[in-house]
């Protein structure tokens, strides 16, 4: 039997989070940080991490790099020729099946539309990755690219201006795959929550490198800003990833 005590209505934002893997495992250990604020200032390729196992800063894709200034991570670039070409920041040559990446992104009025803005793991090469990203202030993505081939896994939409924002990808050796987003400093939500055999143990993105994505193909762009990055290792598999 079962009994019911109290019952009300709740948003369907909080309901999902009820049904679906609602927390950020955070227990496991850190791997790597940067939260760019000791870095000096020039471009990120090549600068070490603040925490890292091996390796340091290294980019690829458009040759448009981030770099630090006024102790955060910049990019100024617009123009990608396309939005899986632009900058991936790799936090240096560790490999990782079970993690948690994190990364602020500040979303202000001059946030560039036609983009994506946010972290990546299970990256081998540009050609294979993981990303989520925000694609403009009211719509996030989960992303893979297998052997060049490009697919959305899936999509979430919010009201994500407003300042500082914070995202959050984890990702288990069974393939499951969340990600959470929220004001920085403040609760986060859970936006999506899948699994995908491509990202299993033994699939084509079992395991791989992790950092901080950025691209547009706008042509009139301000700065995007990134701030207190870093990364986990999952100390458990994620528990109910299906929303």
Same mark, same amino acid.
């Given at each position: 039997?079962?009994?019911?005590?109290?019952?009300?209505?709740?948003?369907?934002?909080?309901?999902?989070?009820?049904?679906?893997?609602?927390? *950020?495992?955070?227990?496991?250990?850190?791997?790597? =940080?940067?939260?760019?604020?000791?870095?000096?200032?020039?471009?990120?390729?090549?600068?070490?991490?603040?925490?890292?196992?091996?390796?340091?800063?290294?980019?690829?894709?458009?040759?448009?790099?981030?770099?630090?200034? =006024?102790?955060?991570?910049? $990019?100024?670039?617009? *123009?990608?020729? =396309?939005?899986?070409?632009? $900058?991936?920041?790799?936090?240096? #040559?560790? *490999?990782?099946?079970?993690?948690?990446?994190?990364?602020?992104?500040?979303?202000?009025?001059?946030?560039?539309?036609?983009? $994506?803005?946010?972290?990546?793991?299970?990256?081998?090469?540009?050609?294979?990755?993981?990303?989520?990203?925000?694609?403009?202030?009211?719509?996030?993505?989960?992303?893979?690219?297998?052997?060049?081939?490009?697919?959305?896994?899936?999509?979430?939409?919010?009201?994500?201006?407003?300042?500082?924002?914070?995202?959050?990808?984890?990702?288990?050796?069974?393939?499951?795959?969340?990600?959470?987003?929220?004001?920085?400093?403040?609760?986060?939500?859970?936006?999506?929550?899948?699994?995908? =055999?491509?990202?299993?143990?033994?699939?084509?993105?079992?395991?791989?490198?992790?950092?901080?994505?950025?691209?547009?193909?706008?042509? #009139?762009?301000?700065?995007?800003?990134?701030?207190?990055? #870093? *990364?986990?290792?999952?100390? #458990?598999?994620?528990?109910?990833?299906?929303?």
């Amino acid at each position: 039997t079962l009994d019911v005590d109290f019952l009300a209505l709740i948003p369907a934002d909080n309901y999902t989070k009820l049904r679906g893997a609602n927390d *950020v495992d955070d227990s496991g250990p850190l791997v790597a =940080a940067d939260d760019f604020a000791l870095q000096t200032a020039g471009n990120l390729s090549g600068k070490t991490p603040l925490l890292v196992p091996s390796g340091n800063w290294s980019g690829t894709g458009d040759s448009d790099d981030f770099s630090i200034d =006024a102790s955060q991570l910049n $990019r100024m670039a617009g *123009v990608d020729s =396309a939005l899986n070409n632009g $900058r991936y920041a790799r936090c240096g #040559s560790g *490999v990782l099946a079970g993690s948690i990446v994190r990364v602020d992104f500040n979303i202000g009025t001059d946030f560039p539309s036609a983009g $994506r803005y946010g972290v990546i793991a299970r990256y081998v090469d540009t050609n294979n990755w993981l990303m989520a990203v925000y694609l403009d202030t009211s719509t996030m993505a989960l992303i893979k690219r297998v052997s060049g081939t490009e697919t959305t896994l899936a999509t979430a939409t919010g009201d994500f201006f407003g300042n500082k924002r914070t995202i959050v990808l984890s990702v288990d050796a069974a393939g499951n795959a969340v990600v959470h987003e929220g004001p920085s400093g403040g609760p986060l939500s859970l936006r999506i929550a899948l699994t995908d =055999a491509a990202l299993a143990t033994s699939g084509t993105l079992d395991d791989g490198g992790y950092g901080i994505y950025d691209a547009t193909t706008a042509s #009139s762009v301000n700065h995007r800003s990134y701030h207190d990055f #870093s *990364v986990k290792s999952l100390s #458990s598999a994620i528990a109910n990833p299906a929303i």
